[in-house]
Nanobody, 126 residues
């Protein structure tokens, strides 16, 4: 089993920054691809970013490219999402997720992730 705990959400003005963290407890952290997803009010959960097991490859959804950066510290069992130049449309609950499938998977698909955190609220005011 894997237990994921997000932190770092909050209220920020447009143009500001936040850094989300997701701590992993349980299985060997370096064996998962890690992803961040978000769900805005009244909308479906959507992919934001993912990072490979050793952190050498990252993918982003187009709307956050150049503003968000995903990273990981396998020694601390933690994945991060640095969010800069935040916009009101970034307001959502942000979830981290772990993909424990074998092989070099890098998925944008929610159903490919095996474990999920409880989410952390990010609110960007205009």
């Amino acid at each position: 089993q894997v237990h994921l705990v997000e932190s770092g959400g909050g209220l920020v003005q447009a143009g500001g920054s936040l850094r989300l963290s997701c701590a992993s407890f349980g299985r060997t952290f370096s064996r998962y691809t890690m992803g961040w997803f978000r769900q805005a009010p009244g909308k479906e959960r959507e992919f934001v970013a993912c990072i490979s097991r050793i952190g050498d490859t990252t993918y982003y959804t187009d709307s956050v490219k150049g503003r968000f950066a995903i990273s990981r510290d396998n020694a601390k069992n933690t994945v991060y999402l640095q969010m800069n130049s935040l916009k009101p449309e970034d307001t959502a609950v942000y979830f981290c997720a772990a993909d424990y499938r074998p092989g070099p998977t890098m998925s944008r698909i929610e159903g490919d992730y095996d474990y999920w955190g409880q989410g952390t609220q990010v609110t960007v005011s205009s």
